[in-house]
């Protein structure tokens, strides 16, 4: 019997009604608790940790947590009640959201109307790619698939079976255009409108195509390889033209833009091209300085820190942040020092802190008593 999945709030530890906010609070918080380079060897905490990044991947995204409000786990099963997402895999897939191109495509001055002639530009798609973290700063590839409107292969555009052509519409000459006459108290008016034959084409098909029924156009999915630059930030997107759906009648084709979502980290956090962390250091290390393990993007390095440091205290790395797009430079790493108080002491721990509180004269409060009467006098 498979194993039941927790519910993605559950696993998240938040309400139904939980902001963005408050969803990636939380997603951070456990991240961090659970993450393997903290746990090593855990198999309970690497579980725990695929489990909040898979909660987290579907309700930081609206169109998914709005699919799983609604469907649950269903959502992204394959035949589920939500249609299904393919699955989630390692979580560095991507999602996309086409609207309905084909009936707009095709809508308008087909039927009798205005009719549309010349060129046409093609319709401009959108694909969003998640990535994680690592990828957003190094830069990554990554395949695309969506849908677009091109060329029948089967009639290359016309519309027409193979082995057949279309015709020039005997009724209006191929104009798509006929004049009619009509009685008014003025008299006889001349006017023109669309041709009914060839609902506004100029052209009869007689024998349409079977795989695009005369319009000359399908949907088909189409796959790229596309270069994510190094640096690219959440929210930020690529424009890749000529991209999108094809043109009809000589016109050129859409774009198709790429909207990039990054995952938070569990350790850092970025702003611009800085990152931002916090590492912490026992309170002998603070008083007496020490050479410690800090955490860099490429993994860990050794960084003095003087006696006396205090917590809260931030160090900065120049070019150890996140590459500038299109150069070679880079923003900073900032890290934030916090002093953890020992706790859990022995007897004899602790006579010697108070050995060591009374050659600081820190035994009583008469320091305390001098610093408040600086301000209450």
């Given amino acids: 019997m498979a194993e039941t999945k927790r519910d993605y709030y559950e696993a998240l530890g938040v309400d139904r009604s939980a902001d963005e906010a408050a969803i990636k609070k939380a997603y951070r918080t456990l991240a961090k608790k659970y993450h393997p380079d903290i746990n090593p060897g855990d198999a309970e905490a690497e579980r725990k940790f695929k489990e909040v990044n898979e909660a987290y991947a579907v309700l930081s995204d609206p169109e998914k947590k709005a699919k799983y409000d609604q469907f649950g786990h269903a959502a992204f099963e394959a035949g589920g ?89 005997t009724a209006c000459g ?86 990039v979502s990054v995952r938070p980290h569990a350790v850092f956090e970025r702003e611009g091209t800085d990152i931002y962390c916090e590492v912490p250091i026992s309170f002998t290390e603070a008083a007496l300085g020490a050479e410690i393990d800090i955490p860099t993007l490429e993994g860990t390095e050794k960084y003095e820190i003087p006696e006396g440091t205090q917590t809260g205290t931030t160090f900065t790395l120049r070019q150890h942040g996140v590459p500038i797009v299109n150069t070679k430079n880079r923003g900073s790493l900032h890290i934030t020092v916090t002093v953890e108080v020992p706790k859990n002491l022995n007897g004899e721990q602790k ?7 009374e050659s600081r004269g820190e035994a009583n409060s008469k320091g305390r008593d001098k610093f408040f009467k600086r301000f209450f006098k």
């Fill in 81 to 169: 009640a939500g249609g299904g997402f393919g699955g989630f895999g390692g979580f560095g897939g991507m999602d996309f959201d086409i609207s309905d191109i084909f009936s707009s495509f095709f809508g308008g001055g087909m039927g009798g109307g205005s009719t549309r002639r010349g060129p046409v530009r093609g319709e401009d798609l959108s694909v969003r790619v998640t990535l994680t973290f690592e990828e957003a700063v190094f830069g990554t590839k990554k395949e695309v698939s969506y849908q677009r409107i091109q060329k029948c292969g089967s009639c290359s555009g016309t519309g027409a079976a193979k082995g057949t052509s279309p015709k020039t519409c």
């Fill in 174 to 259: 191929g104009s798509g255009r006929v004049r009619v006459q009509q009685r008014t108290p003025l008299g006889i008016m001349q006017t023109q409108k669309s041709c009914d034959a060839c609902r506004g084409t100029g052209k009869i098909i007689e024998k349409p195509c079977d795989d695009c029924r005369g319009n000359g156009y399908v949907r088909a999915t189409k796959k790229l390889d596309v270069t994510i630059p190094a640096g690219i930030d959440d929210g930020q997107r690529i424009v890749l033209s000529g991209q999108g759906s094809e043109g009809r009648d000589g016109g050129p084709a859409g774009d198709l833009y790429i909207y």
């Fill in 351 to 357: 006579d010697i802190l108070r050995k060591f509180a």
